[in-house]
């Protein structure tokens, strides 16, 4: 955040030579020459390259409302308020105006009053662009007043006539002018919530109980929403959704690599998770997604894979603060906690119940097997195999360190497998080696090459 200008009233803003935009024009501008420049202004968002976000800029450039419309956990919260970052970084505004109304352009009776009186002398503030962006959680007790405004009996109360229009106290929609404001969920608005909002889309005006009050709102309207099909809480009104110049579908990543970047970004982790086992989780998503025992309506959210990496770092962490570890490494072995925790997160098809555990643990296992394809494929693991069949037996689990892991493992003569397994996934100390060992192993008990046994705090191959 650079300093706010050090202009401090409206006479100083004039000589500055400073110019009244609208706020689409101001987006438009700043978005056109992002792009002009060969900058992203989508920063963070991964996988709507070339769908979505073409969409919304060109929304954006027309100076339409936006309604996204997508499952729970595509990142439509995320796209909105990334929005913000096309405002100007200070705009001037009337200081102690309630509305943050532009030194040009004062629209309140108060402000222009004071503008009136004051002349160039009126004092301005800046403000912040990440100030100009307002987010409400639609839901059903939601009122007029909350979004529109209404009579503050407490300004009556001072003495105003009740018909003074300074006795309105406004709502999130008129107090976002000259910025942003977002309403998630907004099916879960009441239908005659929704009337309310009619004025402030098309005529950008509002209207508080029976006052005759034009305000000429200058404010960029966002929703986001759960596909209509899928929603039992409610509809937006077709009025309404006819006021919303575009309205663009989010999805899922279309490409691993977007989903694991997800998780990258997203996920605090308190351990070493290795790319190995977030490629798994991701891998793991995207077949529950694709999974017929899985309520394809409500969609599988990106917070799953996020939380599963969550998981899987604090099981870490636990293992290696209770046994001494110097450095917390996720293992295979761990990727079990987040399937314990997960699968309410999870809705599945009608018929499927008491089959859940089953079903996420074969879909677990089928995205493990696929990333040990990745990374394996052409690796000879005959000696290892053999070992093993021999009567050699390797243990791990929650219990066992990485180097007590390491010290199991069968003695191979001069083979150069451990480190081939190592350097394919870029493996370089105990911690590391030992889960790439382990997903070797795991990949060879899902090729029914050796066997496992696990009570749920040890795993034994062999």
């Excluded at 309404?240 to 690599?257: M, N, S």
């Excluded at 243990?395 to 150069?416: I, N, S």
Aim: proline letters at 4%.
């Amino acid at each position: 955040m650079t300093t706010a200008p050090t202009v401090k009233t409206l006479g100083e803003l004039r000589a500055s030579g400073h110019e009244l935009t609208s706020l689409r024009s101001e987006i438009r501008t700043n978005l056109l020459r992002r792009l002009a420049a060969g900058e992203d202004p989508w920063p963070g968002l991964h996988g709507f390259e070339h769908t979505v976000i073409p969409q919304v800029e060109r929304a954006l450039l027309a100076g339409h409302d936006i309604v996204l419309l997508g499952e729970r956990g595509q990142g439509k919260t995320r796209l909105l308020r990334t929005i913000v970052g096309l405002l100007d970084e200070w705009t001037p505004v009337i200081e102690g105006s309630e509305l943050g109304e532009h030194p040009y352009d004062p629209i309140t009776h108060a402000s222009q009053r004071r503008a009136r009186e004051l002349g160039d002398h009126l004092p301005v503030a800046w403000r912040h662009r990440d100030e100009r962006y307002a987010e409400k959680l639609a839901t059903p007790d939601t009122s007029v007043a909350d979004l529109i405004g209404d009579v503050d009996p407490m300004k009556v109360a001072e003495g105003r006539m009740l018909g003074d229009p300074e006795t309105i106290h406004f709502g999130l929609i008129p107090r976002s002018h000259r910025g942003i404001v977002a309403i998630n969920e907004l099916p879960d608005l009441a239908e005659r919530i929704q009337v309310a909002m009619l004025n402030v889309m098309e005529e950008r005006d509002i209207q508080v109980r029976g006052y005759v009050l034009r305000l000429p709102i200058d404010t960029l309207v966002l929703a986001s929403a759960n596909p209509e099909d899928y929603t039992n809480r409610g509809r937006i009104i077709t009025p309404l959704k006819d006021r919303f110049g575009a309205e663009i579908r989010t999805h899922y990543p279309a490409e691993l690599d977007a989903e694991v970047a997800v998780i990258r970004q997203e996920a605090d982790l308190v351990a070493e998770v290795p790319d190995h086992l977030v490629e798994i989780l991701a891998r793991f998503t995207r077949g529950l997604r694709g999974s017929s025992s899985v309520d394809q309506r409500s969609g599988v959210s990106a917070r799953f894979a996020i939380a599963g990496a969550e998981t899987v770092a604090a099981a870490a962490l636990r293992r290696a603060t209770v046994h001494g570890e110097e450095h917390a490494v996720a293992r295979v072995v761990d990727l079990e906690t987040a399937v314990d925790v997960l699968g309410g997160k999870v809705e599945f098809e009608t018929g499927e119940e008491g089959r859940e555990g089953d079903i996420l643990t074969h879909l677990l296992r089928s995205a493990t097997a696929e990333t040990v394809r990745r990374h394996f494929r052409g690796l000879d693991f005959a000696l290892l195999v053999d070992a093993i069949e021999a009567g050699s037996m390797v243990t791990t689990g929650e219990h066992v360190t990485a180097r007590d892991f390491l010290t199991g493992l069968p003695v191979l003569g001069e083979a150069e497998l451990y480190d081939e397994v190592c350097d394919r996934l870029g493996a370089t100390d105990d911690g590391t080696r030992a889960a790439a060992v382990e997903l070797a192993l795991e990949g060879l008990f899902l090729a029914r090459k050796v066997g496992k046994d696990s009570d749920g705090s040890e795993t034994v191959y062999g």
